[in-house]
């Protein structure tokens, strides 16, 4: 069975921001994660090139659609790369394998009998691109999340998806997969839209061009999210060539997002793989909002995250840090560029940087920088027992942020555990007993902080390595504590998270 991650595919109209650096990098901790563990994995990530906001926002500017979606795909690739996501593919909608194969799924489900062809009018919102319902539509016929646009009166003849007939199946399903939405809140609010009832849905526009035509009908074209969800699907058939990566991959998938688009993934997204004879998704996490204040709302503009800056300025690890530290996965938090300071001065140089430069120097000045073939004490050991899959328990339920603050816990002990132990007293001490524990102390920190670094790998891939590489530890797969003997050298290493003066600051 893999293990497939997959983030949103991001509207190609905007720029990349924080909001879809944050799923890229929790998609990027499970994705590591669960190599580590010798998962067979596939990470999928990609841009949404069609449907009426692209082409109005191409019209503006005064280009093509495709050049529109071409540069900002540069774009996301690069926020992609800059966040150090591992990602395995990167999709565009606009790809012809992926065109194809939606033709195909629309055809199939046609046959199937979900798709019939009706007229209808109705209220529709420009930057929702959706239909609004009569009754959803906000005083003087505005959008309800976008309050500030008018709607438009549209009639059109338009092909509808039966996803009225998904009620029960719907239903079923989320009884039988009781973990399929996650976290359970949010799982709640999906099965509440399934009860509340479900309409059928136009999923082709005659007005437009910019999208997949309907096969058997090329005036129209396909509803943008009705061609968007199935790049989870479509991906794994071309992402490889010579490769169909479907089997192995379906319906194995693991699909982070943000509440905005729940109905679409939770309620649609299944009843789309039934309808076309597809197994539906196995999981999906809902993950909150970061909440990041913008000119107008925060009290000083001076504190407000950039992420790209920050990125730059300390590199992408103390982000993706702060960011599962700081934020409970599943909530939604604020972010700020003074709470990320505080936490990458106490937490990722104090705690875990000097941690490692303690340790290293320790090594290298009591023992010539071989760590010790010792047996660790007992007590240190006794408080690794069972971290590793702790961790593993964490991950499985998509807990990134309480898997982060397990790893922190023993960071801490090891911290605590060079100032109980005091190596540089038994240093000191001519008695053999003495050195004798010091072997072990050192052994047990040396040992600890082998295995805290891979357990870390995850959430700070470049750092880890580092410290992973200045120890000689080249497998990543996660370990035991005691599982290395000693008798290794280490070499000191830069510090990892330096000092950033005033002057470098983002
Ligand atoms: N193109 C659709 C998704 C299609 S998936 C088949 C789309 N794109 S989007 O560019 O608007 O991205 C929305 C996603 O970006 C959210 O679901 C979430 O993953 C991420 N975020 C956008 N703003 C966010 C925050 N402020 N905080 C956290 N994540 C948010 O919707």
């Given at each position: 069975?893999?293990?497939?991650?997959?983030?949103?595919?991001?509207?190609?109209?905007?720029?990349?921001?924080?909001?879809?650096?944050?799923?890229?990098?929790?998609?990027?901790?499970?994705?590591?994660?669960?190599?580590?563990?010798?998962?067979?994995?596939?990470?999928?990530?990609?841009?949404?090139?069609?449907?009426?906001?692209?082409?109005?926002?191409?019209?503006?500017?005064?280009?093509?659609?495709?050049?529109?979606?071409?540069?900002?795909?540069?774009?996301?690739?690069?926020?992609?790369?800059?966040?150090?996501?591992?990602?395995?593919?990167?999709?565009?909608?606009?790809?012809?394998?992926?065109?194809?194969?939606?033709?195909?799924?629309?055809?199939?489900?046609?046959?199937?009998?979900?798709?019939?062809?009706?007229?209808?009018?109705?209220?529709?919102?420009?930057?929702?691109?959706?239909?609004?319902?009569?009754?959803?539509?906000?005083?003087?016929?505005?959008?309800?999340?976008?309050?500030?646009?008018?709607?438009?009166?549209?009639?059109?003849?338009?092909?509808?998806?039966?996803?009225?007939?998904?009620?029960?199946?719907?239903?079923?399903?989320?009884?039988?997969?009781?973990?399929?939405?996650?976290?359970?809140?949010?799982?709640?609010?999906?099965?509440?839209?399934?009860?509340?009832?479900?309409?059928?849905?136009?999923?082709?526009?005659?007005?437009?061009?910019?999208?997949?035509?309907?096969?058997?009908?090329?005036?129209?074209?396909?509803?943008?999210?009705?061609?968007?969800?199935?790049?989870?699907?479509?991906?794994?058939?071309?992402?490889?060539?010579?490769?169909?990566?479907?089997?192995?991959?379906?319906?194995?998938?693991?699909?982070?997002?943000?509440?905005?688009?729940?109905?679409?993934?939770?309620?649609?997204?299944?009843?789309?793989?039934?309808?076309?004879?597809?197994?539906?998704?196995?999981?999906?996490?809902?993950?909150?909002?970061?909440?990041?204040?913008?000119?107008?709302?925060?009290?000083?503009?001076?504190?407000?995250?950039?992420?790209?800056?920050?990125?730059?300025t300390y590199g992408a690890d103390a982000l993706r840090f702060y960011c599962f530290r700081e934020v409970s996965f599943g909530r939604d938090g604020n972010v700020d560029l003074e709470g990320f300071r505080v936490r990458y001065e106490t937490e990722l140089a104090n705690d875990f940087g000097n941690l490692a430069s303690r340790t290293l120097a320790m090594v290298e000045r009591y023992r010539d920088g071989v760590v010790p073939d010792a047996d660790p004490e007992p007590e240190l050991a006794g408080d690794f027992e069972g971290a590793v899959s702790a961790l593993e328990a964490f991950l499985d339920e998509l807990e990134i942020g309480r898997g982060l603050e397990t790893i922190w816990e023993l960071v801490r002990r090891l911290n605590q555990y060079v100032e109980e132990s005091k190596p540089w007293e038994l240093a000191r001490s001519e008695t053999e007993e003495d050195g004798r524990r010091?072997?072990?102390?050192?052994?047990?920190?040396?040992?600890?902080?082998?295995?805290?670094?891979?357990?870390?790998?995850?959430?700070?891939?470049?750092?880890?390595?580092?410290?992973?590489?200045?120890?000689?530890?080249?497998?990543?797969?996660?370990?035991?504590?005691?599982?290395?003997?000693?008798?290794?050298?280490?070499?000191?290493?830069?510090?990892?998270?330096?000092?950033?003066?005033?002057?470098?600051?983002?």
């Amino acid at each position: 069975m893999g293990f497939y991650v997959t983030t949103p595919i991001f509207y190609a109209n905007g720029r990349p921001h924080f909001g879809h650096a944050y799923s890229t990098m929790a998609a990027d901790v499970l994705a590591r994660h669960m190599r580590q563990r010798g998962e067979d994995v596939f990470f999928l990530t990609g841009t949404d090139e069609h449907g009426e906001p692209i082409a109005l926002a191409a019209e503006k500017a005064g280009i093509t659609p495709q050049e529109l979606v071409d540069r900002s795909a540069v774009e996301f690739r690069q926020m992609v790369a800059d966040v150090g996501a591992s990602n395995d593919f990167f999709i565009r909608t606009t790809d012809e394998g992926h065109r194809v194969r939606v033709q195909e799924f629309v055809t199939r489900v046609k046959e199937n009998g979900f798709i019939y062809e009706d007229d209808w009018e109705g209220w529709y919102c420009d930057s929702c691109a959706d239909y609004i319902g009569e009754s959803d539509a906000g005083p003087g016929e505005t959008c309800p999340i976008h309050v500030e646009e008018p709607l438009r009166r549209v009639a059109e003849r338009n092909w509808f998806f039966r996803l009225s007939a998904f009620e029960d199946d719907l239903e079923r399903l989320y009884a039988e997969r009781p973990d399929m939405v996650l976290p359970e809140f949010r799982r709640n609010e999906a099965l509440g839209l399934i009860r509340g009832g479900l309409r059928d849905i136009s999923i082709s526009r005659s007005k437009l061009t910019w999208g997949i035509p309907v096969p058997w009908d090329p005036d129209q074209v396909l509803y943008v999210w009705f061609d968007a969800l199935f790049n989870y699907y479509t991906a794994l058939g071309y992402a490889r060539d010579g490769e169909d990566l479907t089997e192995r991959f379906w319906p194995f998938s693991c699909h982070i997002l943000a509440k905005d688009i729940l109905k679409f993934h939770a309620v649609m997204w299944p009843a789309f793989l039934m309808a076309a004879g597809l197994e539906p998704p196995h999981r999906m996490f809902i993950h909150g909002y970061l909440l990041m204040g913008d000119e107008k709302m925060s009290k000083s503009r001076g504190n407000v995250l950039d992420p790209f800056e920050v990125i730059d300025t300390y590199g992408a690890d103390a982000l993706r840090f702060y960011c599962f530290r700081e934020v409970s996965f599943g909530r939604d938090g604020n972010v700020d560029l003074e709470g990320f300071r505080v936490r990458y001065e106490t937490e990722l140089a104090n705690d875990f940087g000097n941690l490692a430069s303690r340790t290293l120097a320790m090594v290298e000045r009591y023992r010539d920088g071989v760590v010790p073939d010792a047996d660790p004490e007992p007590e240190l050991a006794g408080d690794f027992e069972g971290a590793v899959s702790a961790l593993e328990a964490f991950l499985d339920e998509l807990e990134i942020g309480r898997g982060l603050e397990t790893i922190w816990e023993l960071v801490r002990r090891l911290n605590q555990y060079v100032e109980e132990s005091k190596p540089w007293e038994l240093a000191r001490s001519e008695t053999e007993e003495d050195g004798r524990r010091l072997d072990s102390v050192l052994y047990g920190l040396a040992e600890g902080l082998r295995v805290v670094t891979l357990m870390l790998h995850p959430y700070l891939p470049d750092s880890s390595e580092k410290l992973l590489a200045a120890i000689g530890q080249e497998e990543l797969a996660l370990s035991e504590f005691g599982s290395r003997p000693g008798g290794y050298r280490v070499e000191k290493t830069d510090p990892l998270f330096p000092k950033i003066e005033a002057g470098d600051r983002a």
